[in-house]
């Protein structure tokens, strides 16, 4: 874990830090001025008890999103593949590779929206008859399925879209957990990686409490490369993100620039960042500057702020194209760039 690590942590422990690849000129959607100020909503509830966690999505809802992120008219807005792609300069590949997605709850549409999204943007079928797409229970089980919640849908969706645009050929795992308990998520984290998934993304956080027992139950995986979401409350901690056994990934504001990379990036202000209370300072981030004696968040960022969101598309809870941001966006970006 730690050799597959490192190659992202070069500068670990900064909050500020994007996914810098070279430049490039390809820009596929070109990102307008601000000309309105955009309103967003949380996919899921962040009211959280002790043991529990919530998503990180974040959904715009304000009318002139298509005019906000592109030029008028132009459907789906938010970047798509092509513009994620151009802006961390990524390769092809992924083929025979498999990202795991762990969430709560289920989205009966996920597959098909996945293929809508997919389709849009010409990327080859994913699907459970081709082998490529998977949706199971924590246990493994193809069903009983947890019951549906449009939230969490909204995550779901998220999520599968975004291995969808950064690894292509990859394919996905999706384990619903029962419930957003750490339990619950946890023992999905432990089914995907039975299911051969070597990259495994969680958008989602609790509060801190039990997490060296958490750290070795569920997320402490060898050779598995496991990211989670810092969260989108700014300055704070969010677990399981402070476990040292996970890239901790933040956000950044991200738009197209005349420069010799194509495009902008800083550091998203909504991004979770701090120090664990619970967790010890990990060996990778020892002599780095971070201003805590603890575990420091984030490891690596990628785009999350929902002023300069990706398109998704989702039919459970939504009406079909969406521009989301939340350091849910993040995540799997990270897990299928590994």
Same mark, same amino acid.
């Given at each position: 874990?730690?050799?597959?690590?490192?190659?992202?942590?070069?500068?670990?422990?900064?909050?500020?830090?994007?996914?810098?690849?070279?430049?490039?000129?390809?820009?596929?959607?070109?990102?307008a001025?601000?000309?309105?100020t955009?309103?967003?909503?949380?996919?899921?509830?962040?009211?959280?008890?002790?043991?529990?966690?919530?998503?990180?999505?974040?959904?715009?809802?304000?009318?002139?999103?298509?005019?906000f992120?592109t030029?008028? @008219?132009?459907?789906?807005?938010?970047?798509?593949?092509?513009? =994620?792609?151009?802006? %961390?300069?990524?390769? &092809?590949? /992924?083929s !025979?590779?498999?990202?795991?997605?762990?969430?709560?709850?289920?989205?009966?549409?996920?597959?098909?929206?996945?293929?809508?999204?997919?389709?849009?943007?010409?990327?080859?079928?994913?699907t459970?008859?081709?082998?490529?797409?998977?949706?199971?229970?924590?246990?493994?089980?193809?069903?009983?399925?947890?019951a549906?919640?449009?939230?969490?849908?909204?995550?779901?969706?998220?999520?599968?879209?975004?291995?969808?645009?950064?690894?292509?050929?990859?394919?996905?795992?999706?384990v619903?957990?029962?419930?957003?308990?750490?339990? @619950?998520?946890?023992?999905s984290?432990?089914?995907a990686?039975? =299911?051969?998934?070597k %990259?495994?993304?969680? &958008?989602? /956080?609790? !509060?801190?409490?039990?997490?060296?027992?958490?750290?070795?139950?569920?997320?402490?995986?060898?050779?598995?490369?496991?990211?989670?979401?810092?969260?989108?409350?700014?300055?704070?901690i969010?677990?399981?993100?402070?476990?040292?056994?996970?890239?901790?990934?933040?956000?950044?504001?991200?738009?197209?620039?005349?420069?010799?990379?194509?495009?902008?990036?800083?550091?998203?202000?909504?991004?979770?960042?701090?120090c664990?209370?619970?967790?010890?300072?990990?060996?990778?981030?020892s002599?780095?500057?971070?201003?805590?004696?603890?575990?420091?968040?984030?490891?690596?960022?990628?785009?999350?702020?929902?002023?300069?969101g990706?398109?998704?598309?989702?039919?459970?809870?939504?009406?079909?194209?969406?521009v989301?941001?939340?350091?849910?966006?993040?995540?799997?970006?990270?897990?299928?760039?590994?």
């Amino acid at each position: 874990m730690r050799s597959v690590k490192r190659g992202l942590l070069t500068l670990a422990g900064l909050a500020t830090l994007s996914l810098a690849f070279a430049s490039t000129a390809a820009v596929a959607t070109p990102l307008a001025s601000a000309t309105t100020t955009p309103t967003t909503t949380h996919s899921c509830s962040q009211a959280v008890s002790p043991g529990m966690a919530t998503c990180f999505a974040i959904r715009r809802t304000d009318s002139g999103v298509h005019h906000f992120l592109t030029g008028p @008219n132009i459907t789906p807005a938010g970047f798509g593949p092509s513009s =994620l792609i151009s802006a %961390y300069k990524l390769p &092809s590949g /992924g083929s !025979g590779q498999t990202v795991g997605i762990v969430d709560a709850m289920d989205d009966p549409n996920a597959e098909s929206d996945l293929a809508t999204y997919r389709s849009n943007f010409g990327l080859p079928a994913c699907t459970t008859a081709n082998g490529c797409f998977k949706k199971v229970n924590q246990t493994g089980g193809a069903s009983p399925l947890p019951a549906s919640d449009t939230g969490w849908a909204g995550e779901i969706s998220l999520d599968v879209d975004m291995v969808s645009a950064i690894c292509p050929n990859c394919h996905i795992v999706l384990v619903e957990a029962t419930s957003p308990t750490i339990q @619950n998520l946890g023992t999905s984290v432990n089914e995907a990686v039975a =299911l051969g998934a070597k %990259y495994v993304s969680n &958008s989602y /956080g609790g !509060g801190e409490g039990g997490d060296p027992a958490n750290d070795a139950s569920f997320y402490h995986h060898p050779g598995v490369a496991v990211t989670a979401s810092t969260g989108d409350g700014g300055f704070g901690i969010s677990y399981p993100a402070s476990s040292p056994f996970v890239t901790a990934v933040g956000g950044t504001s991200l738009s197209t620039a005349s420069n010799s990379r194509g495009w902008s990036e800083t550091a998203w202000n909504g991004a979770g960042s701090g120090c664990s209370s619970d967790e010890a300072q990990p060996s990778f981030q020892s002599g780095v500057n971070t201003g805590c004696s603890n575990r420091a968040n984030a490891d690596v960022s990628a785009v999350a702020d929902p002023n300069t969101g990706v398109a998704v598309f989702q039919t459970f809870g939504a009406t079909g194209w969406q521009v989301y941001g939340g350091t849910s966006v993040s995540s799997p970006i990270i897990a299928s760039v590994y």
